[in-house]
């Protein structure tokens, strides 16, 4: 089995960080969005990664080869952006005729992959919602098998939404289906949408199971980043794994569950809960809670609550709530 991991978005609702780097390379308790996602399958033997890469795509290479070396992986570009199925169609050379498991770059999600990846059938991992109507909706019946699925109804007649996780055992009729979506123009709003590839496959005969997640995290924007690092903070410190602490903690408190990286400089402040800073970062004469730091960060007399601070950004006086990308000064003293 081969995994596509699609990572070409622009991540536009994350600016402006996302102008400096790619929207799975955000921060996030102590790795980043695409660490947390390629941790989780790493439980399993993958023959080999497929990654879809665009928008600052030669960031994702550098971090894969950086850190995850010991994968087989291909990166595969997607020069215009025309949606998931065009990105998943791009991979049909690489992965031929192997099942795949299909993983969104921006999604975190708590989950059995044992028993998804079980599974006799394709899977499509599934969550219950509030507002189904901005995300692609699955219709299921009482054996857990998937009836129609359709993107952002706007009468929505499920309210089980489909997280981005899918595994195809049937992955030629995948992309005959992608190559008649494309070969027909049907992109709607200028993309394809996998969707519209699902609801064709299932209406050939093609049996889709409904895997529901634990959790599920779109960190698609800064609430639900911030939360996600929250949650993922707290499961990590419940579980009693090794969390970085300061190398120099200088008269300073530490209110866990936090992560902060190697390199870092704490002083005369109070750090937590929530907590997650990157590595080489000073934090001097502050109280910093429920935010994100990136690498580099410097913060000094700074009051600072649900805020994402970008890497080699520098923030001065008194302040509650930022969202502030890289390489920025700012001095409110």
């Excluded at 394809?192 to 064709?200: A, D, G, N, P, R």
């Excluded at 779109?218 to 996600?228: H, N, P, Q, S, W």
């Excluded at 390199?263 to 910093?288: F, K, M, Q, T, Y």
Aim: proline residues 4%; negative net charge; contains cysteine.
């Amino acid at each position: 089995m081969k995994v596509i991991i699609p990572v070409a978005g622009a991540g536009t609702k994350l600016r402006p960080h996302t102008y400096t780097q790619p929207k799975a390379l955000i921060p996030m308790a102590g790795k980043t969005i695409l660490g947390v996602i390629l941790d989780q399958l790493s439980s399993r033997e993958f023959e080999e990664y497929v990654f879809v890469v665009g928008y600052l795509g030669e960031k994702i290479q550098d971090y894969i080869r950086q850190y995850y070396g010991h994968l087989n992986c291909t990166f595969v570009t997607q020069n215009d952006r025309k949606g998931t199925g065009h990105a998943i169609y791009l991979t049909a050379n690489v992965v031929g005729d192997s099942e795949v498991l299909i993983v969104y770059g921006d999604t975190i999600c708590d989950y059995n992959l044992d028993a998804l990846l079980d599974n006799p059938h394709s899977v499509v991992g599934v969550k219950r919602v509030d507002d189904p109507r901005n995300f692609g909706v699955a219709e299921i019946d009482k054996d857990n098998k998937i009836l129609k699925v359709a993107e952002k109804p706007a009468i929505p007649k499920s309210n089980m939404a489909m997280v981005g996780i899918y595994k195809i055992k049937e992955t030629r009729v995948m992309y005959e289906v992608l190559a008649r979506e494309l070969e027909k123009d049907s992109a709607i709003d200028g993309e394809y949408h996998f969707t519209t590839i699902m609801q064709e496959m299932i209406k050939s005969g093609i049996v889709f199971d409904a895997h529901k997640m634990n959790h599920w995290f779109d960190c698609g924007r800064k609430e639900t980043l911030l939360e996600t690092n929250k949650t993922l903070l707290k499961k990590m410190y419940d579980e009693k794994q090794d969390m970085v602490m300061p190398e120099q903690l200088i008269n300073s408190v530490v209110i866990p569950p936090v992560n902060i990286g190697k390199g870092c400089i704490i002083r005369d402040s109070i750090i937590g809960p929530s907590v997650s800073i990157g590595e080489n970062s000073l934090v001097a004469s502050s109280i910093i809670k429920n935010s994100i730091l990136g690498n580099y960060a410097r913060l000094e007399e700074v009051v600072l609550e649900a805020s994402i601070i970008g890497s080699d950004a520098y923030v001065k006086g008194v302040c509650q709530s930022l969202n502030i990308g890289d390489n920025t000064e700012i001095d409110l003293g």
